[in-house]
Every structure is written in C-alpha cells, then in structure tokens.
C-alpha cells in the first residue's frame, strides 16, 4: 500500500487564515463569521436581495506587477494568498524532486468567471458590438487556478483542473493520489479554490435552495445553503517532506446519475463511495472517529447523507458539518474539509483530542437516521485518530476521503 503524506495544509476561509486559526475557531465554538449581505449585487451597481455569504475580509495578497491579464482573477488571488503558508514546503518540494516530478491538480467551479461579466454587460447595451471588452478566455479555463500555480512556482510537470463542481477539491486530492500511484511525478500541490460569484449565487437562488439565515444542517428547520468562499491545498508525496505524519489512507468516488443536481434520496451514491473510500484504506467502520459531513442543510442533501452514514457506520461514529462556519465553498468544500479533518486529526493542533460541536439549533429532523452529531463533550475515541471527509455534487457525483494518523 503506497503511502500517501499530506503536508500541513494551506488554508484561507471566512473564518480566517492558516489551519491553527481554523481549528481553534472551531473547538472554541467561535460565532459564525457568515453574514447577510447585498454586496455582491451593489459590486455590479444591481439591486437584489441580501444573502447569507460566507466573505473572506483579508487583504489579498496583490499580484506581481509583471502578472499578465489571463492570471488575473479574484479567484487566483485568493489562492496566491493562500499559498504564503505553503511556499516553504513547495520550495522543498521542487529542490528535492525538481521541477519536472512537482504536479498541480486544483478543483474549482467558478475560475475567473466574474471578471469576463464586463463583456456580456457591455454587449448588453452594444449589441454585435464587441470592441469596448475583450474576452479573455483563458481567466475562466477550468485549469486556470492550476496553471496560475505553475506559472508562479516554474513548475513544469503535470497540470491540470478538475471542475466537478462541489466535489472538485477532494477529486483533486484523489487525482493527486492515483499520479503519486502510477509514479508519473513524486510530489503533487492539490486542492481546491471557489470564490463568490454573482452568477452562481444567482444560480443556486434559482434552485431554490438559498438560505437567508444561518445554515442548520440535519435540523428540522433548515432551510438551505449559504454560499462561501476560500482555498485549501496541500503537498501530497509518497515520502515525508515535513514533520506532520497525516496521511491519505483511501478514497471513494461514484455516480448515482439520478438527477441533474438532486442526489438520490436514498443515499445510492453516497453509500458506495463510503464503502470504496473503507475498502481502499484497509479499514472497518468502527475505526472511523469521526466524519466531516457534506452537510448543506438542504433538504435533499442532508436526508439522503443521513441515511448513507447511519447504513454504513450506525449511529455511534461522531459526525459534524462545518458549513455553518466556512460556508459552501463549493468548487474548494472537499479541500477544505479535508484540511479541517487533518487538523483535527493533527496532535499537535489538538493534543487534547476534542471534535468541534454541531452549530445548529438541537431540533432534529425526526425524519432523518439519529446519527450521531457531536456536542462540546465530544472526543477522539480510538487510539489512532482516523476520520472520513465527504463531498456529494450535482449529478449525483460523490466523493470521500479518508485520513488518518500513522505509526511513524
């Protein structure tokens, strides 16, 4: 069995910067940094409703001033941010492999989909008239988060972006995996990176699944989604590049291909990439800790997730959403997560083995399996901390991660 390390993660969220903050946001219980706004529509001089955001308040990082246009995107600029907590390990990285062995694979829905708007504005009022903007195609490649990392870093291996939409960043980590596998590079930076774009809340609003108040998932007054933004990526290698033991243990992927954006009620999906994500770490349900749910607080989501955990783990596996704290990132959720999920499983970031309590409201949805969603009293409770991270998208595309500590 290949051993995949994961290196300590770059992170950047509404709640924050950099894994420490994140955890200790999370087992403190901190209030949620999820806010109603407008300021998406009064950014486009549009009037529109206000919306639960999940915003990141940071000053980015600005770009070089050499950084040509097709680079150029809020959604890169969240990741070059991001990617300060990681230069070091990515230097290490590229001195001990070279430039040619070093892969990017980062997953994202939105790219630099906002910044070609203008054009469409522009053709809205000058109709046939495309002189006043110019298209930039390649801000808006689905690879362009990928490419913006090479170019950065002078990386010149594999590159490439996976766009799956609320699975991208954990079919990125399983992407990484299966190249480290078939041994064509020796270090993989992988992740995932979304931020707020008018058109996709305008197109979640359009499914109906918005919510105007805080997310409450799995309660019987949850009322939707509240839409995030951020960044997660790591460097993933079959050798240790830096003192953290954490690893990639296995992984899970299906499609239920039940609907266009709705999974199948029963879990169908879910519930196979559970079972292959066990499968492929060589581990029994019972030794799962804990499982950082998908977690949406929709409807649909939560029923069919709830059903998928109680038929493959039971009612005793501790499990939470933190989407009432990062928001749905979407295109970044899986990377997130699975960041949160090792820093959790990390003992130096939590010696004392806590789990971060549910935030919601304690009203069950008596509809749904009694799962066991954790309470400030909740613990790591095997010996060695091993816990799952899941991801379902549009058109039943579902994904899990395992990650757990090693004896070494």
């Known amino acids: 069995m290949t051993a995949l390390y994961l290196s300590r993660p770059a992170i950047i969220s509404c709640l924050g910067e950099g894994i420490s903050r994140h955890i200790q946001a999370l ?38 001033v050499s950084l040509t246009d097709e680079h150029r995107s809020r959604n890169n600029q969240v990741l070059w941010h991001c990617l300060q907590q990681l230069e070091s390990q990515i230097e290490v990285a590229i001195t001990k492999f070279g430039e040619h062995r070093v892969a990017v694979v980062i997953g994202s829905s939105t790219t630099g989909v906002d910044e070609n708007i203008p054009v469409f504005k522009y053709e809205a009022t000058h109709p046939n008239d495309w002189s006043g903007a110019k298209f930039k195609q390649q801000q ?13 870093y002078g990386l010149k291996g594999l590159v490439y972006g996976i766009s799956t939409a609320c699975t991208s960043g954990a079919k990125a980590l399983i992407s990484a995996a299966r190249l480290l596998k078939a041994n064509i590079c020796d270090a993989v930076i992988c992740g995932g990176v979304d931020t707020l774009s008018l058109l996709t809340v305008k197109g979640f609003n359009s499914l109906s699944v918005l919510s105007n108040v805080r997310t409450n998932p799995f309660s019987v007054n949850r009322q939707g989604i509240n839409i995030g933004e951020g960044a997660a990526v790591f460097i993933m290698s079959r050798e240790k590049l830096d003192d953290t033991s954490v690893q990639l243990l296995g992984y899970g992927a299906s499609s239920d291909a039940y609907h266009m954006s709705s999974p199948h009620p029963e879990g169908q ?29 929709t409807i649909h989501n939560d029923q069919m997730e ?27 959720a899986g990377a997130i997560e699975a960041a949160i999920l090792w820093g959790m499983i990390d003992r130096t ?3 004392n083995g806590q789990l971060p309590a549910q935030l919601w409201d304690g009203q069950r949805d008596p509809q749904l399996p009694s799962i ?37």
């Open 269 to 297: 999906g879910a519930i196979v990439a559970f079972q292959a994500a066990l499968a492929s770490a060589q581990v029994e349900p019972h030794q799962i800790g804990w499982i950082n749910l998908h977690g949406t607080g």
């Open 27 to 64: 087992l403190e219980k901190i209030d949620s940094p999820l806010t109603l706004s407008d300021h998406l529509f009064r950014a486009e001089n549009l009037s529109g409703p206000d919306y639960m955001l999940g915003s990141i308040k940071t000053d980015l990082r600005p770009f070089p």
């Open 349 to 351: 970031l939590n010696p």
């Open 306 to 332: 709830s059903l998928a955990v109680s038929l493959v783990f039971g009612n005793q596996t501790s499990c939470t959403s933190t989407k009432p704290y990062t928001g749905h990132t979407l295109g970044a």
């Open 372 to 408: 066991a969603l954790t309470d400030s009293h909740s613990r790591w409770i095997n010996d060695k901390r091993i816990g799952a991270s899941s991801s379902f998208a549009f058109g039943g595309n579902n994904t899990v991660l395992i990650l757990g500590e090693t004896d070494d």
């Open 140 to 152: 808006q490649y689905f690879s362009a988060p990928a490419d913006f990392i090479a170019h950065q």
